[in-house]
């Protein structure tokens, strides 16, 4: 029985993908850099020497830290070792094309000197805006910069998790002129930016704001056209959120999938999407303690095809020290990870779905615009034999590896559109590509 569309007010105002070349490049980048950057980075999850191996901009929650012992931190903060183009180098070199910096987590702490509140880098013993020279130095490098920003803020006096009395409304109603003010700000200081990422959307309060989030977003679209603001910002009347009452995703992509990815093509719904993924289990700011499973470059690796195969893009979050440096592991990881895309990159790099069954070895991506497809090889099957299906009336041309495009590949027909590509590889140590240009012609 098919479900009659409730006619909503503040519902998606799109079905479907976006169409213009902002959301393009966007859906291009296959790889890109989250920054979790704040005061939270200075005890690194340490306090009273209790240590948390969790997300650690959490810990004043979670170590219930009086506001006014946290809010002091702000006296500590002096970075001396943050240097704005090194981070942009090491997503450089890392491969990212997009980087999503906070510019304030849900503690309030702003990175930039806003002047809606005294709680930002300006008081700070540091003094200087972080968001301005990060901006400058990831455009000079070619990276598409998305600031990300909570709407939650622990330090503003009208912030609420909901509203319950009349007192609260009003205090909700000076915090949602705040926030309304800030987003102006951060547009109209880094007019470069390519995106908003929101968070801490999720409390009863800022639900309730159907009307004025969405007046906001468009007010927000309108100040600088093309702008990218995923599925976190607000819900609908009812409020549903990332997907409104009829099931269409509200804004430009689908913000749900932290620290998990899609399985299969059927779970993205047609939509586009990113992946943000934690290096441990679950940190994001800097935490000293480095726990649990830590995930490998080749994890790494093999989530960014997974992503690009299905139609989305991948994030590995960073969560810089309190002095401003990258960890060490991280920079490791960044390395890898580069040294691997620098060979590689093409089968990432605006690609995407292949319309393909998936085989046991691996992922298909496809050269956006073109016949060119990519197999992401993660398996090896001891006979050298990689099977690939395709469509009835498609055949494949030719193929070879991405490293040595000279040598071309042994392509056995086992039956109507469905072959074995041989490729003996036994030195491979590293996850590789095989590509092949489809032909419509047979
Ligand atoms: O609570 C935050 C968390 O600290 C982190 O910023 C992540 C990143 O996607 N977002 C929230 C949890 O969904």
Known sequence: VKKEKINLVHGA??????????????RGYGLGQFIHWGLYAIPGGEWNGKTYNGAAEWIRSWDGIPKSTYDSLI????????????????????????????????????????????????NSPWKKDIIKPLVDAYDAAGIDVILYFSVMDWNHPGWRYDIKTEADSIAFEGFKQ?????????????????????DGTWDKSWVKQAAFADELEQELRKLRPGIIIGSRFRADEYGKRHFDSNGVL????????????????????????DCVMTVPENQWGYNKAWKGHIKTAFELIEMTAKSVSLGGNFVMNFGPQGDGAIRKEELQLAKEIGDWMKVNSEAIYNCEYAV??????GYFTKKTGSNKIYMLVFNTPINGKYRVKLPAKMGISMAAPLSNPGVKLKIEEIKANEYFIEFNNPS???????????????
């Open 13 to 26: 105002h799109r079905d479907g993908k976006r169409p213009d070349e902002a959301m393009k490049k966007w």
């Open 75 to 122: 006296y500590k903060f002096n970075p001396v070792n943050f240097d704005a183009k090194a981070w942009a180098a090491t997503a450089k070199q890392m491969g990212a094309k997009y980087v999503t910096i906070t510019t304030k987590h849900h503690d309030g702490f702003c990175l930039w000197p806003s002047k809606y509140t005294d709680y930002t880098v300006a």
């Open 178 to 198: 705040f926030t309304r003010n800030q987003l102006i700000e951060l547009l109209t200081l880094y007019p470069t930016a390519k995106g908003l990422w929101f």
């Open 250 to 273: 509200i804004g430009d992509y689908e913000q749900g999938w932290e620290r998990k990815l899609p399985e299969k093509i059927a779970d993205v719904h047609g939509n586009d999407w």
């Open 356 to 361: 393909l069954d998936k085989q046991d070895w």
């Open 428 to 442: 491979a140590k590293q996850p590789f590509v095989i590509t092949f240009e489809t032909d419509t012609d047979k």
